[in-house]
C-alpha cells in the first residue's frame, strides 16, 4: 500500500519532469556560448529529479521501511536539494561573473563550503526545511543576479521561476492544503512543475559571462 498516494504521485511526476528537461537542455550545452552555465542547468534537473524520486519513496512507503532506509532517503532528499542548490549557485556564478575575474574562486570556494555545511547538517539533522533553506538561499541569489541582467534573454523567465519557486515553499512551509486527500506538499509539488518549467524556458537562453 502507498501511504501518501497523491505526494508519491506529484513527486515521481516532479522527477520525470525534471530529468526530461535536463535531457532536453543537454544538447544545447554544446554551445560554445553557454556551455559552462547549460552543463550546470542540467546537474540542477538532475538533482531536483533526484530529490523527487527519493522524496516520493520516503512518503509513499514510510510505514513499510527499515529505520536504515527511512533515515537513508530523508538524507538522500537533503543531500540532493544542497546538490541542486550548489549546482545553482556555480550557474549563476558562471552567467554572472567571468572565469578570469579575481572573484570568480573566492565565491567558488563560499558555495562549495556552503555545500559542506549544509550537507553536515543534514546527517545531524534530518528537517525538510534546511534543504528549503539552502536551495531557496540560492534562489534569491539567482534573483539577485538575474534582476542586475534584467534585458538578458534568460533573466525574465528564471525570475518568474524564483517567483513561482517562493510561492510554492510558502504553502509547503504555510501547510495550505486543498483538502485532507490532497496536502500541502501535493501542492506544492504541483505549483513547483511551473516553476521548473519557467527555470527551463530560462536555462535554454543562458550564456557564459564575458
Known amino acids: 500500500m502507498i501511504q501518501e498516494f497523491w505526494t508519491f504521485v506529484t513527486d515521481v511526476v516532479l522527477a520525470l519532469v525534471s530529468w526530461s528537461f535536463a535531457w532536453r537542455l543537454a544538447p544545447r550545452s554544446r554551445s560554445a556560448a553557454s556551455a559552462t552555465t547549460m552543463r550546470l542547468w542540467v546537474i ?9 524520486i527519493q522524496g516520493a519513496l520516503y512518503h509513499g512507503f514510510k ?7 527511512y ?8 543531500w540532493s536539494l544542497s546538490l541542486t542548490a550548489y549546482a545553482l549557485g556555480l550557474a549563476l556564478l558562471s552567467f554572472g561573473v567571468p572565469r578570469r575575474h579575481a572573484l570568480y574562486k573566492t565565491i567558488q570556494g563560499l558555495l562549495l563550503l556552503k555545500a559542506i555545511v549544509f550537507l553536515v547538517l543534514a546527517v545531524l539533522r534530518t528537517e525538510f ?6 536551495y531557496g ?3 534569491i541569489l539567482a ?5 542586475g541582467k534584467i ?9 518568474s521561476g524564483v517567483a513561482v519557486s517562493i510561492v510554492a515553499a510558502i504553502i509547503q512551509q504555510a501547510k495550505i492544503s486543498p483538502s485532507p486527500e490532497f496536502n500541502s506538499n501535493d501542492l506544492y509539488h504541483v505549483v513547483q512543475l511551473i516553476g521548473l518549467y519557467l527555470f527551463y ?6 550564456s557564459d559571462a564575458a
Do not use: E, Y
Not at 44 to 52: D, E, P, S, T
Not at 129 to 134: A, C, E, N, S, T
Open 44 to 52: 540542477v534537473f538532475i538533482a531536483i529529479g533526484l530529490a523527487a
Open 63 to 69: 510505514d513499510s521501511l527499515p529505520p536504515s532506509l
Open 201 to 206: 524556458k530560462g536555462a535554454c537562453r543562458v
Open 71 to 78: 533515515f537513508g532517503f530523508r538524507v538522500g532528499t537533503l
Open 151 to 159: 534585458r538578458h534573454p534568460a533573466s525574465r523567465w528564471i525570475l
Open 129 to 134: 526545511v534546511l534543504g528549503i533553506m539552502d
Open 143 to 147: 534573483f539577485v543576479v538575474h534582476l
Open 137 to 139: 538561499s540560492s534562489f
